[in-house]
């Protein structure tokens, strides 16, 4: 009769384990419920590399720097965009279950 040794299993599922939490991780940092620039209208990497700036806790992406200050302007003005759009998203996705 032979023994199979189980002792690779464990291994090669904490292997899986312990790179899923840096994709959880990094997932929950790229995670951004609108593909545009709430400031400019332009789409997120049309200019490059889109840029993340956190207010008061909200976590923001624009297409360029510049459009930061923009924002700093007038925070209100631009939030309430990035609510409705993040609204409008909530209920596409809740009419598509």
Sequence with gaps: M?????LPYPLLLM???????SSE???LDNFYPIDFCIVSG?????MGEPVSYEHNGTLIKFCCKPCIPK?????????????EEMEAEKESDQNKT
């Design 2 to 6: 032979k023994i199979i040794s189980l």
């Design 15 to 21: 292997s899986f384990l312990g790179c899923s939490e």
């Design 25 to 27: 991780e990094e997932i």
């Design 42 to 46: 332009s789409d997120l990497g049309d």
């Design 71 to 83: 924002f700093q302007k007038n925070p209100e003005k631009y939030l309430v965009l990035l609510r």
